[in-house]
């Protein structure tokens, strides 16, 4: 008969092995979860800068640098060319209308009025020669007239004595024959100078007419370089301050150069650069305020300048009201731009943060302070104090605002 084995009780070594590799995949585990060396990192926490997020109202403005300028400038540009003969005012003098602010010479300019005085001269002499010749042909015209018409009559009066006889046949009609041709042609004759009197009138008159036209065009020319001439001497087209003059004796100035500028100081606007991240908040329009020696001034956007240099586009501001008294050209202020009325939001203190992340995330830290992890949120609008934050944070919590930098990819940083 078979004889029953049994089993025997009690851990056998097998069950060592299977219960130890159990442990180590446990406890593998356990550290990739928990301990993720690839995005945990330790810092020191007080090289952090940590900001708490608070309710309160959010004042929509920027700051921003502005440059007084004048409230107009007038560019001055040479109407002639010409070396510089004399500066009569100096830059931050004030000018009124018309006063002279430099010479210039040009001489090649005093050559050609020359010709053109001598070209003048000479055709005022034609126009004289051809009205003398005009008056003595017309007087010759007019005698040729004159005794053509005489021999006419004489023609005319012999003709019908002669007519009169041959019908009494008291003269041979050879005689009378004689007499009627010598009358008619002493008509033709007449009319023939009548017509050339006529003819050589109209001519006369058609040339004078000519020469008073080109008289007239030339002392119109003439007229013109007299101007360039005066052109020569720079004038300040306004009242205000001389600003640039870019002149100094003997230097050779190009026409149309721009050489000075006059600036209308009956008032001021302040220029200012703004982000371009702002280009389509920034309207005319909007106020602003600065102070200055503890008084506040308010100031106007007045104008918008399209273009977008360098990340940044031009504005043009004018006071509201007051001005400071001592106020120059060239003077800085600091303003705030009013871009919107406050509101009532969640805010989080500006930081170095925002370069890293563009506002898409941020390290909150943990109720117990002993480590921050990485959430994502959403930034709105942003003032030189403070993020407006539409979601992923609460009131009260506590975000890390410095540098991120120095973290790379973590999502959790331990802090000691």
Same mark, same amino acid.
């Given at each position: 008969?078979?004889?029953?084995?049994?089993?025997?009780?009690?851990?056998? %070594?097998?069950?060592?092995?299977?219960?130890?590799?159990?442990?180590?995949?446990?406890?593998?585990?356990?550290?990739?979860?928990?301990?993720?060396?690839?995005?945990?990192?330790?810092?020191?926490?007080?090289?952090?800068?940590?900001?708490?997020?608070? !309710?309160?109202?959010?004042?929509?403005?920027?700051?921003?640098?502005?440059?007084?300028?004048?409230?107009?400038?007038?560019?001055?540009?040479?109407?002639?060319?010409?070396?510089? &003969? +004399?500066?009569?005012?100096?830059?931050?003098? /004030?000018?009124?209308?018309?006063?002279?602010?430099?010479?210039?010479?040009?001489?090649?300019?005093?050559?050609?009025?020359?010709?053109?005085?001598?070209?003048?001269?000479?055709?005022?002499?034609?126009?004289?020669?051809?009205?003398?010749?005009?008056?003595?042909?017309?007087?010759?015209? +007019?005698?040729?007239?004159?005794?053509?018409?005489?021999?006419?009559?004489?023609?005319?009066?012999?003709?019908?004595?002669?007519?009169?006889?041959?019908?009494?046949?008291?003269?041979?009609?050879?005689?009378?024959?004689?007499?009627?041709?010598?009358?008619?042609?002493?008509?033709?004759?007449?009319?023939?100078?009548?017509?050339?009197?006529?003819?050589?009138?109209?001519?006369?008159?058609?040339?004078?007419? =000519?020469?008073? !036209?080109?008289?007239?065009? /030339?002392?119109?020319?003439?007229?013109?370089?007299?101007? #360039? $001439?005066?052109?020569?001497?720079?004038?300040? %087209?306004?009242?205000? +301050?001389?600003?640039?003059?870019?002149?100094?004796?003997?230097?050779?100035?190009?026409?149309?150069?721009? $050489?000075?500028?006059?600036?209308?100081?009956?008032?001021?606007?302040?220029?200012? /650069?703004?982000?371009?991240?702002?280009?389509?908040?920034?309207?005319?329009?909007?106020?602003?305020?600065? =102070?200055?020696?503890?008084?506040?001034?308010?100031?106007?956007?007045? @104008?918008?300048?399209?273009?977008?240099?360098?990340?940044?586009?031009?504005?043009? /501001?004018?006071?509201?009201?007051?001005? %400071?008294?001592?106020?120059?050209?060239?003077?800085?202020?600091?303003?705030?731009? +009013?871009?919107?009325?406050?509101?009532?939001?969640? &805010?989080?203190?500006?930081?170095?943060?925002?370069?890293?992340?563009?506002?898409?995330?941020?390290?909150?830290?943990?109720?117990?302070?002993?480590?921050?992890? @990485?959430?994502?949120?959403? $930034?709105?609008?942003?003032?030189?104090?403070?993020? =407006?934050?539409?979601?992923?944070?609460?009131?009260?919590?506590?975000?890390?605002?410095?540098?991120?930098?120095?973290?790379?990819?973590?999502? #959790?940083? $331990?802090?000691?």
């Amino acid at each position: 008969m078979d004889t029953k084995i049994e089993k025997k009780k009690g851990i056998k %070594p097998k069950h060592i092995v299977i219960g130890s590799l159990v442990l180590v995949f446990l406890y593998f585990l356990g550290y990739l979860i928990f301990n993720d060396s690839g995005s945990t990192l330790k810092v020191e926490k007080d090289k952090l800068t940590i900001s708490t997020t608070i !309710n309160d109202k959010f004042n929509d403005y920027i700051s921003i640098s502005g440059l007084v300028k004048p409230i107009s400038t007038v560019y001055l540009d040479a109407y002639e060319g010409g070396r510089v &003969l +004399q500066i009569l005012i100096e830059e931050g003098n /004030m000018v009124k209308k018309g006063d002279v602010i430099l010479k210039l010479e040009n001489r090649e300019l005093y050559g050609q009025i020359l010709n053109s005085e001598t070209n003048l001269a000479l055709k005022q002499n034609d126009l004289r020669q051809t009205q003398i010749n005009f008056e003595s042909k017309r007087i010759g015209g +007019q005698k040729s007239l004159l005794e053509s018409e005489f021999q006419l009559k004489k023609a005319k009066r012999k003709f019908e004595q002669n007519q009169a006889l041959y019908k009494e046949e008291l003269i041979a009609g050879e005689e009378f024959l004689q007499a009627e041709e010598s009358y008619e042609l002493a008509q033709k004759n007449h009319e023939v100078n009548k017509f050339q009197v006529k003819q050589d009138s109209l001519l006369s008159t058609g040339s004078i007419k =000519e020469l008073v !036209n080109d008289l007239a065009r /030339m002392k119109q020319t003439l007229s013109m370089a007299y101007e #360039r $001439i005066e052109n020569l001497n720079v004038k300040a %087209p306004i009242d205000g +301050q001389l600003g640039m003059l870019d002149a100094e004796i003997g230097k050779q100035i190009g026409r149309g150069q721009s $050489i000075a500028q006059v600036n209308v100081l009956t008032d001021f606007k302040i220029e200012s /650069m703004a982000d371009e991240h702002y280009i389509d908040r920034i309207k005319r329009g909007l106020t602003g305020s600065f =102070e200055r020696g503890n008084t506040a001034y308010d100031v106007n956007l007045k @104008k918008v300048y399209p273009e977008v240099r360098e990340g940044k586009f031009k504005i043009d /501001m004018v006071f509201a009201g007051d001005k %400071p008294n001592n106020i120059r050209t060239g003077q800085n202020y600091y303003i705030k731009l +009013q871009l919107g009325t406050p509101t009532e939001a969640l &805010l989080l203190p500006r930081g170095a943060f925002f370069q890293s992340t563009g506002g898409q995330w941020v390290y909150v830290v943990d109720a117990s302070g002993e480590f921050a992890t @990485k959430r994502s949120v959403k $930034i709105g609008k942003q003032n030189p104090q403070y993020y =407006e934050v539409l979601e992923g944070l609460q009131e009260g919590e506590q975000v890390i605002t410095s540098g991120y930098d120095a973290f790379g990819e973590s999502d #959790r940083l $331990i802090l000691k």
